[in-house]
C-alpha cells in the first residue's frame, strides 16, 4: 500500500471566491486615500496577510501613516470584509472543489487547509466544509507570511506527511512560491501566466481529472 499523501488547500481564491471580497474592501480603502488600485495591483496582494496587504497599499500611494492609523484601516478593511461574508453558504464554493475533496476524501488522503487568513475557521463553517480538513492552519497560526513556506510546513507537519509527498493548490504567486520554497509540489489554480512558476496549472478545479489526482497519490 502507498503512503498517504498530503493535500494542502488554500482558501482564499482557490475554495472559495473571497478574493473579490478582500479586493473590493481594500479598494474603499485606498480610494479614502485617492490610491489607484487596480486588479492587477490586488495580485500583489494575494495569499499575503492584511497587515502586508496594507502596507503594500500606502506604499503604492507613498503615503506614511501613524500604527493608530493603521490600526484603525486594518480593522475598517476587515469589517467591511466582514460584511460581505454574512450570506455566505456552501453556494460560494468554487466549481470542481468539492469533486477533488470527495475524491481524496474517498481514497483517505490527508487535507490540510493552509490559508494566511485569520478568517479562515468561520468562512469553512458557513460553507459547511469544515469536517473535511484532517488540519487547519491559518493565519492565527503563523508568524511569517508566504512566500514564507511556514504555513505549508507546519501543514505537512501536522498531517505526519513529507514535504515532498506535499501538494499545493493556490491561486496567489505567493503561495506557489512558498510551496516550492518548502520542497512541495504547487499546483497553481487560475491564470498559468501569473502563475507560471507552479509546478501544475490548472485554471480551476472542474480542470483537474481523477487520474492526475490518482497519480499524485501514487507518486
Ligand atoms: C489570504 C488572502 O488568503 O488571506 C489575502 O489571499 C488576505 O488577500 C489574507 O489579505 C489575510 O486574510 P484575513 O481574512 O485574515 O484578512
Ligand atoms: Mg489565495
Request: proline share 2%; with cysteine; glycine share 6%.
Amino acid at each position: 500500500m502507498k503512503k498517504k499523501k498530503g493535500f494542502i488547500f488554500d482558501l482564499d481564491g482557490v475554495i472559495v471566491d473571497t478574493a473579490k471580497y478582500h479586493y473590493l474592501a481594500w479598494k474603499k480603502i485606498a480610494d479614502s486615500l485617492h490610491i489607484e488600485f487596480t486588479h492587477d495591483h490586488n495580485e500583489l496582494l494575494k495569499g499575503v496577510s492584511r497587515v502586508r496587504s496594507l502596507d503594500i497599499i500606502l506604499d503604492l500611494g507613498k503615503i506614511e501613516a501613524s500604527q493608530e492609523q493603521k490600526d484603525q484601516w486594518l480593522i475598517q478593511k476587515n469589517e467591511d470584509y466582514l460584511s460581505y461574508l454574512v450570506d455566505m453558504d456552501e453556494t460560494e464554493i468554487l466549481p470542481g472543489v468539492m469533486t477533488v475533496l470527495n475524491f481524496l476524501k474517498a481514497k483517505g488522503q490527508g487535507i490540510a487547509l493552509g490559508s494566511a487568513s485569520k478568517n479562515a475557521r468561520p468562512i469553512l463553517e458557513k460553507t459547511g466544509i469544515l469536517s473535511y480538513f484532517d488540519v487547519i492552519v491559518d493565519g492565527n497560526d503563523v508568524s511569517n507570511a508566504k512566500p514564507d513556506p511556514e504555513v505549508f510546513l507546519i501543514a505537512a507537519q501536522k498531517l505526519a506527511v513529507a514535504n515532498s509527498d506535499s501538494f499545493v493548490f493556490e491561486d496567489s504567486v505567493a503561495g506557489v512560491q512558498a510551496a516550492n520554497i518548502g520542497t512541495m509540489t504547487s499546483i497553481g489554480i487560475g491564470d498559468a501566466t501569473v502563475l507560471y512558476e507552479a509546478h501544475h496549472n490548472f485554471k480551476d478545479f472542474t480542470c483537474i481529472s481523477e487520474a492526475f489526482l490518482s497519480e499524485l497519490i501514487n507518486k
